[in-house]
């Protein structure tokens, strides 16, 4: 018996009874005709190529009794691999989860629009809001492209899938989630007071350039050209890269100003090291203990704290940024009440805000000041309908053509 392991490529053999060449795939054996011609190794080259593009299945579950189940568990070696980057994969764990609960077990050739709009009927009732309903089923829809595309399923399943139209304003519960908008400055400079000096950096820096949060997060020395007057900054992964577009981010001389303390390190670090931050904050907590030092711990002496898995190499994420900004806005926000102690505590002072918003209040200042196309470069958007979703227009020109003419 060959193995047929998904490390194991299956043999081409001669079945000596009938005198033809035979390879056992998944446990079945297809026979490809004389053993030894040139016909029966290409018949055997097609099927073992097929074999391999279908990732090495060691099912044989075929397109009509494969599982949503199975199909999920085939799917995810895909996604894992193709969406490397972003919160694609986190939102395809989402829309699985639900798919798998109610319909694991059933055929997937027999998950119609009925069964897709009782998904989404759930999603709906997770309290979830309607575009994010929509981006949902959008990805089940292109999971059931894709098993058709691997045909493990009919192309039909698929086709009837795409009959779902989405969710419009308006006609669903669904609740509508707020547009993102600019950040005002006095907001972020009073977040600033109570960040980490490596962390208001980062928000100094993202605020005068416009970069992403992950783009200033993987800032590096050796990918910041500072030949000329304006530095260029060119990441070497950012969001557009495998549209095989080239970012490059300038920085002016407040950047530098900014940046110039960070370049001292080796080039290939990253410049924003959480570890520096973490240290930052102990420090400042140790300078403002009141506990004398012969009492409770002193710096270094608590054996039982586990160590940070932040190295001098580590860098932030998106994530790890993001909260960082959340918890001073919170610190914030408790220091606001304690000076406005009329207001009452359930209602937020200082509004909590995350740091892409940064990048549309430097949008809509260089639209401003400079033009929508000015705000398009700097951003790096190929197209001007998507930075006219970061800047936000400025309506005093309206109110000042209507003073002349209305």
């Known amino acids: 018996m060959p193995r047929t392991s998904g490390k ?39 099927l073992i190529g097929e074999w391999i593009a279908a990732g090495r299945p ?13 199909l999920l568990k085939r799917y995810k070696l895909h996604a894992e691999a193709y969406y ?7 939102n395809i764990a989402t829309a699985c989860h639900e798919l798998r609960l109610r319909y694991g077990e059933t055929l997937a050739i027999q998950f119609g629009p009925l069964a ?41 399943t698929w086709q009837a899938l795409t009959t779902v139209s989405g969710l419009r304003r308006g006609h669903t519960p669904a609740p509508e989630t707020k547009p993102i908008g600019p950040v005002e400055d006095v907001v972020v400079d009073a977040t600033v007071v109570y960040l980490s000096e490596t962390v208001a950096a980062m928000v100094r820096l993202q605020r005068l ?18 030949s000329g007057d ?11 890269a495998h549209h095989g577009r080239e970012r490059v981010i300038h920085i002016g001389p407040k ?10 390190r080796e080039s290939t670090a990253f410049c924003f090291v959480p570890a520096e931050a973490v240290a930052e904050i102990r420090e400042k907590r140790h300078a403002a203990r009141k506990t004398p030092l012969s009492c409770e711990n002193r710096p270094g002496s608590n054996r039982l704290r586990r160590k940070s898995k932040l190295g001098a190499n580590g860098r932030y994420t998106a994530n790890t940024y993001r909260r960082a900004i959340h918890r001073a806005c919170d610190v914030a926000n408790e220091k606001a009440h304690e000076e406005n102690p009329e207001v009452s505590a359930d209602e937020r002072i200082m509004p909590r805000w995350s740091p892409n918003r940064l990048r549309h209040t430097a949008a809509t200042e260089i639209r401003k000041r400079f033009g929508l196309e000015a705000a398009q470069v700097t951003l790096g958007h190929a197209a001007a309908d998507i930075t006219q979703v970061y800047a936000e227009r400025d309506l005093t020109k309206a109110a000042a053509v209507m003073r002349e003419v209305g």
């Open 8 to 46: 194991s490529i299956p043999a081409y053999r001669k079945h000596r009874p009938t005198g033809q060449a035979v390879v056992t795939i998944t446990g079945r054996d297809h026979y490809l005709g004389p053993h030894g011609t040139k016909t029966s190794k290409i018949e055997y080259d097609r």
């Open 58 to 70: 060691t099912s044989t579950a075929t397109a009509t009794d494969i599982t949503i189940a199975e």
């Open 84 to 90: 490397a980057k972003g919160g694609t994969l986190s």
């Open 116 to 156: 897709l709009k009782a998904v989404r009927q759930q999603f709906i009732d997770n309290g979830l809001s309607r575009t994010f309903c929509n981006r949902l089923v959008d990805l089940i829809r292109r999971l059931f492209k894709w098993a058709a595309s691997e045909q493990l399923i009919p192309v039909s």
């Open 209 to 226: 350039t416009g970069m992403r949060p992950d783009e200033v997060c993987r800032l590096r020395p050796c990918d910041v050209n500072r």
């Open 230 to 240: 304006v530095w260029r900054f060119a990441p070497q992964e950012h969001k557009t």
């Open 255 to 264: 950047g530098q100003d900014i940046l110039r303390p960070y370049l001292l």
